[in-house]
Nanobody, 124 residues
Framework: QLRLEESGGGPVQPGGSLRLACVGS????????IGWFRQAPGKEREGIAC????????HYADSVKGRFTISRDNAQNTVYLQMNNLKPEDTGIYYC?????????????????WGQGTQVTVSS
């Protein structure tokens, strides 16, 4: 069964950090760009970061640029999202998804495999 599974979410205070992980099972992530998305309560899903297949190029939404870092370890079939200086507006469910492309194509409709999401709550 092809599956992506996110982990690492949880409650955190403003200014704190979390590292999310996205692990692929049943298939290799080596040849795909991977994106991170989030959905806040009452809002549409937002693409926030993507990394190309070999990890040497990434793209970020303006809302997280300079605070979040996406990386990957293909030997572990895992993509990470390091989130620093978290703000209450970062609260939401975070999803990873596999792009049909090997390059980071942004946050369009080219993602065809999705995880179930992990909740991030930033609150004092």
């Amino acid at each position: 069964q092809l599956r992506l599974e996110e982990s690492g979410g949880g409650p955190v205070q403003p200014g704190g950090s979390l590292r999310l992980a996205c692990v692929g099972s049943g298939f290799t992530l080596d040849y795909s760009s991977i994106g991170w998305f989030r959905q806040a309560p009452g809002k549409e899903r937002e693409g926030i970061a993507c990394v190309n297949s070999n990890g040497n190029s990434a793209h970020y939404a303006d809302s997280v640029k300079g605070r979040f870092t996406i990386s990957r370890d293909n030997a572990q079939n895992t993509v990470y999202l390091q989130m620093n200086n978290l703000k209450p507006e970062d609260t939401g469910i975070y999803y990873c998804a596999q792009d049909i492309n090997y390059y980071c194509s942004g946050f369009s409709d080219t993602y065809d495999t999705w995880g179930q999401g992990t909740q991030v709550t930033v609150s004092s």
